[in-house]
């Protein structure tokens, strides 16, 4: 399971994250972050079940942190799309492939990474504002 | 053993049989070519991708006062003006003056296409019969008298694919190509691409109907680079921009490269014996092409591997030890919606085939330009020798070396010569104030270097990029044997333009 963190100026000086792998003992992975000292962006992978999941993104919600899941973040426009895949080769996660012509992107797999975003030719790909 | 007119009386009476270049080889590897000809009229072929040799003819008509237009903007976008008073050609990688490359001549004429309207701005010198020097207004395809789609280069049999083994990222016409061969971009749709399926232009010639753009459109000529001896075959092709739809004309921005234009393209080829036949069942494993390294900025590009259609079509590609995914810059989706539309069009008696006026060559080659004056290899203008230190020299040394020879920084190498690091007149200061006393701690050790047979466009292009202005020049044994720098370049670029 991924999820988007995100950071307001109050809790980029805390070790919120660092507390939270403490007390809950669950295993994260951090795919991205993107931090300063106003606010920053995450993307965590739980490593565990959702039971796991559930324990350590009630604890960075309690403190403050704003959580998603990570699902449905890269929009595509598929009236602009022209299903080319030349986002097909630069997914570092294999979240979109083409499968019988088609693009087909999985969600559940992109780490914000915005390199599709980036080099569509049509501007068809966006991600979720807010993000 | 067919003809063209007994084709179209088919077509007249709802009889012709019409398959698209996929269901082809299936078909002759059944019947055999000579049944395959008797039983089918018509191969349908499509391609959809970016196609940059094109743009549209546009006469605006005469304002009053009347102008004769010197130089012209379509929303930002700069269109040729160097015709008749208000005629005007967009071409598709034209960027705009305000969006850089977001928005360019590509875009435009998706707009126009869309029914969007395009605000104009036009400037002249004057003349005793057109007055008007400036001109400002806003028009819609409906609003101009010929809009003409007329691409000098359309349709290229094949494509080069790119890869780059750099170790940064290039951006490129073939698209973005990540560092260490990471990735393989390729185009063209292979074994449906109009041109594969009629390599000896029997039927394909100035004349011949097509689809162009959702309209019906027609071949011109050979296109420009025509090099059908090789495999890389292109046609010129122009239609009225008024009938086209922007489903299959779209603008298309390549990052940190420019614009273009997404063109779909199908030409119908009729299948008048059992040759043409066999010519329209070839296959993706029989189309082959060269992966190229773009790392290497020059005309000839070193050839990585040689693949087929179908290898690059997988998704992956083995180099090596090393697999890398494919990524298409074709849209095979849309390429089959043309196929289908055509076969369509045929079957509702609203599309014919044309006999071509005249054949297309079949002997023509692709030169390479004629250079007056060839550009300078940085070897050529390197000053040398260099002043270096080594490494384990003490910074007050390096110091005195910087003062003597007047110079704000200098290569430092190891005990064999190589290139280990450069060192700055600011990193001494700096590692002085912070009490660092050891060379190799306080030089920069991701040197940006150069080799003596680079030309100095390639160097200038570093220079710029790492915002620097000087690189050592360094041999295979990364041996220091000269340094450049920015001023050196900028006056040679000076002696050429003279």
């Known amino acids: ?54 324990k350590i993104v ?26 080319c895949g030349l986002c097909v080769g630069v997914c570092p996660t294999d979240a979109i492939i083409m499968h019988d012509k088609l693009m087909e992107l999985d969600n559940r797999k992109c780490i914000l990474c915005r390199a599709c975003v980036e080099v569509c030719p049509v501007k068809a790909l966006s991600i979720r504002e807010g993000i | 053993m067919k003809s063209i007119a007994e084709i179209n009386e088919k077509i007249r009476r709802g009889e012709a049989v019409i398959v698209r270049a996929d ?43 009347p ?72 028009i819609t395809l409906d609003d101009v008298n010929q809009a003409m789609l007329f691409n000098p280069r359309n349709n290229y049999q094949r494509y080069n694919a790119a890869a780059n083994t750099s170790e940064r990222t290039l951006y490129t016409y073939m698209g973005t190509l990540l560092p260490n061969m990471r990735n393989i971009n390729y185009a063209g749709t292979g074994e449906i691409s109009p041109l594969n399926n009629d ?18 459109g027609y071949v011109i000529s050979e296109g420009t ?30 990052k940190q490269y420019g614009t273009s234009l997404l063109v779909g393209i199908g030409v119908p080829i009729p299948v008048l014996n059992p040759k043409i036949a066999k010519c329209t ?89 004629r250079q007056k004056k060839k550009s300078t290899t940085v070897g050529k203008l390197m000053s040398k020798p260099v002043i270096t230190v080594n490494v384990k020299s003490k910074l007050n040394a390096v110091s005195l070396v910087l003062v003597e020879n007047n110079i704000d920084q200098v290569p430092v190498i190891d005990d064999d010569g190589r290139l280990v690091g450069i060192v700055t007149a600011w990193d001494i200061t700096k590692a002085t104030a912070e009490n660092r006393r050891k060379l190799s701690e306080v030089m920069t050790s991701n040197v940006i270097m150069s080799k003596e047979g680079e030309f100095i466009d390639e160097v200038s292009r570093r220079l710029e990029k790492h915002k620097i202005n000087s690189t050592p020049i360094v041999d295979d044994e990364r041996r220091v044997i000269g340094i450049i720098t920015l ?7 000076r002696g050429l333009n003279k």
């Open chain 2, 281 to 369: 069942a070839i296959q993706n494993p029989d189309i082959r092409t060269n992966i190229l390294d773009y790392s290497v900025p020059r005309r000839t590009r070193p050839v990585l591997k040689n693949v087929s259609y179908d290898e690059l079509i997988s998704g992956k590609v083995s180099i090596g030890d090393k697999t890398v995914k494919t990524a298409s810059m074709s849209s095979f989706r849309i390429s089959y919606e043309i196929m289908e539309k055509m076969r369509e069009w045929m079957e509702a008696k609203e599309f014919y085939l044309t006999e071509p006026v005249r054949r297309l060559p079949r002997d023509t080659v692709f030169n390479p330009m």
């Open chain 2, 199 to 216: 390599p000896e232009y029997l039927t394909i010639g100035t004349g011949t109907r097509i689809f162009l753009g959702g309209a019906q």
């Open chain 1, 58 to 83: 009630s604890h960075l919600r309690k403190h403050g942190l704003l959580v998603e899941k990570l699902d449905g973040n890269v929009l595509k426009d598929d009236d602009c799309c022209v299903d």
């Open chain 2, 67 to 138: 102008i004769k237009i010197q130089k012209a903007w379509l929303n930002d976008v700069e269109a040729y003006a160097g015709l008749a008073a208000v005629d005007l050609y967009v071409g598709a990688t034209e960027l705009s003056t305000e969006k850089g490359m977001d928005y360019g001549g590509g875009h435009v004429i998706e707009d126009l296409v869309a029914g969007r309207s395009v605000d104009v701005k036009a400037k002249s010198y004057g003349t005793d019969c057109y007055p008007a020097k400036y001109l400002e207004t806003t």
């Open chain 2, 23 to 65: 269901e082809m080889p299936e078909i002759v590897s059944k019947k055999g070519p000579e049944k395959a000809a008797e039983k089918v009229d018509v191969v349908t072929t499509g391609t959809f991708g970016a196609m940059c040799s094109s743009g549209a003819f546009l006469n605006l008509g005469h304002s009053d006062p």
């Open chain 2, 225 to 254: 680079q025509h090099s059908p001896k090789t495999g890389f075959g292109t046609i010129a092709v122009s239609g009225d921009l008024k009938e086209m739809s922007a489903k299959y004309l779209r603008g298309v921005s390549m």
């Open chain 1, 1 to 54: 399971m991924k999820y988007v963190i995100k950071y307001s100026p109050e809790n980029t000086k805390e070790p919120v994250l660092a507390d939270a792998i403490l007390s809950t003992k669950v295993k994260v992975n951090i795919l991205t972050a993107r931090l300063d000292s106003e606010e920053g962006v995450m993307i965590l992978e739980v490593l565990g079940d959702s039971k796991d999941a559930r």
């Open chain 2, 487 to 493: 001023s050196d370049i900028n006056k040679a670029y």
